[in-house]
Antibody
Framework: EVQLVQSGAEVKKPGESLKISCKGSGYSFTSYWIGWVRQMPGKGLEWMGI????????RYSPSLEGQVTISADKSISTAYLQWSSLKASDTAMYYCARHLHSGYAYDTFHIWGQGTMVTVSS | EIVMTQSPATLSVSPGERATLSCRASQSVSSQLAWYQQKPGQAPRLLIYGASTRATGIPARFSGSGSGTEFTLTISSLQSEDFAVYYCQQYNNWPPSSFGQGTKLEIK
């Protein structure tokens, strides 16, 4: 079964760092782009960026570049989203999602993780 | 950045009736348009890609149409499990790929 399994919910204070994970299984991890999507409480979906684990080619939404870092460790089939200094406005559900077609950069999200809720509060 | 605008924001339809949801792009996205369904507490689910191709396992009552800047998702005969929020997404021009703000389909 093809699936993405994300790390558990996090509660952090402003200024703290955080790295959440997304482990792929059941397919060739290095062959599909994986992206991250943010959903703030009660709001819609926001595309954050994507990475191709095969060569670590990474693209970010211009509005978020510099605010987060997307990475992947292909040896353990895991993608990451990290922050160096969290803000209250980072409170959201974060989904990882895999592209539909192998190797396609301009593609849609087919397989989704279950989501990781990040709460940032003092 | 391409802006995706969905209408209406909320659509009230009775079970068994047809629902028509719209999505407009601020510039042409060719046929690189997807539709997702999201239920409370769940991750989105891909319904349609390439503007009109149903994803694996999606019932035939879901259909997509359009190209360029105007797109439509039609649900031919609403079932109880279809009441949810629906999002469109363009993936022709990125970064960033962009989602619409969503249409909430509710029971009338």
């Amino acid at each position: 079964e093809v699936q993405l399994v994300q790390s558990g919910a996090e509660v952090k204070k402003p200024g703290e760092s955080l790295k959440i994970s997304c482990k792929g299984s059941g397919y060739s991890f290095t062959s599909y782009w994986i992206g991250w999507v943010r959903q703030m409480p009660g709001k819609g979906l926001e595309w954050m960026g994507i990475i191709y684990p095969g060569d670590s080619d990474t693209r970010y939404s211009p509005s978020l570049e510099g605010q987060v870092t997307i990475s992947a460790d292909k040896s353990i089939s895991t993608a990451y989203l990290q922050w160096s200094s969290l803000k209250a406005s980072d409170t959201a559900m974060y989904y990882c999602a895999r592209h539909l077609h192998s190797g396609y950069a301009y593609d849609t999200f087919h397989i989704w993780g279950q989501g990781t809720m990040v709460t940032v509060s003092s | 950045e391409i802006v995706m605008t969905q209408s209406p924001a909320t659509l009230s339809v009775s079970p068994g009736e047809r629902a028509t949801l719209s999505c407009r792009a601020s510039q042409s996205v060719s046929s690189q348009l997807a539709w997702y369904q999201q239920k409370p507490g769940q991750a989105p689910r891909l319904l349609i890609y390439g503007a009109s191709t149903r994803a694996t396992g999606i019932p035939a009552r879901f259909s997509g149409s359009g190209s360029g800047t105007e797109f439509t998702l039609t649900i031919s005969s609403l079932q109880s499990e279809d009441f949810a929020v629906y999002y469109c997404q363009q993936y022709n021009n990125w970064p960033p790929s962009s989602f619409g703000q969503g249409t909430k389909l509710e029971i009338k």
